[in-house]
């Protein structure tokens, strides 16, 4: 029988090599970094654990028993489904990819628990919240985040020096769509527009950047 060791052993290293892969994605400005890889890659280790050594049991010889694993496959396969309804794309922004992958692996947890896997479902708890945290703490200064903003302007021009400036700020614009909302005349459009930017940037630097362009109206930000 193998031991406890052995299972933190194959939940960590799984971890580990499921965050380099979310590493590289997270640099190269993916919506799956390095956290949602790791809980994938986890709850994939975890699930494999559970099928193979959490119903043992079961293959007593001499004793005929209903087989508990089918209950396991389908809420692997069912709970995917709760995931999907996390993820939420708008205007080319998706949210909700680590929550959904936080699902997935709360559903494995709940099998090895069930399953009687006491330790390992304490394990890969400890993991995921280390996963989610630390690696946020440790690689917050990889990767992008993206960031929505609607603006106005009568001078449908400043876009170009806006994009050179955003540069300069080490944003990106990832996309945009202008309306042209005059009215009585007057020129007017409306931008609204997706910016990745590095996760050392927030908000009020976006923010301290438009200010510079007195012809631009910022009326949503999120």
């Not at 965050?19 to 799956?32: Q, V």
């Not at 989610?132 to 703490?137: C, D, G, P, S, T």
């Not at 917050?140 to 400036?165: C, P, V, W, Y």
């Not at 009020?204 to 999120?222: G, K, N, Q, Y």
Request: aromatic share 8%; with cysteine.
């Amino acid at each position: 029988m193998i031991s406890n060791v052995d299972f933190i052993i194959r939940l960590t290293v799984a971890g580990v090599l499921g965050a380099i892969i979310g590493l590289d994605r997270e640099y190269r400005a993916k919506e799956a970094g390095y956290r949602t890889h790791f809980l994938v890659s986890l709850g994939s280790a975890l699930m494999m654990i559970v099928s193979q050594y959490g119903f043992a049991d079961v293959l007593q010889e001499g004793v005929i028993r209903l087989d508990p694993s089918r209950i396991a496959a389908q809420v692997v396969t069912g709970i995917g489904f709760i995931g999907a309804g996390t993820i939420i794309f708008q205007k080319q922004v998706v949210r909700g990819l680590t929550t959904a992958a936080g699902i997935w692996t709360a559903a494995g947890i709940g099998l090895a628990v069930g399953a009687g896997m006491y330790v390992i479902g304490i394990v890969a708890t400890l993991l995921t919240l280390a996963g989610l945290e630390l690696l946020n703490r440790i690689f917050r200064n990889i990767g992008m985040k993206s960031i929505g903003i609607t603006f106005s302007t009568q001078n449908k021009d400043i876009l170009k020096e806006l994009a050179k400036r955003c540069q300069s700020y080490d944003f990106r614009i990832v996309s945009f769509q202008m309306e042209n909302i005059s009215h009585s005349g007057i020129p007017s459009f409306q931008v609204t527009a997706v910016i990745k930017s590095r996760k050392t940037n927030d908000e009020t630097a976006l923010l301290s950047m438009m200010e510079e362009f007195p012809e631009v109206t910022i009326e949503r930000i999120e």
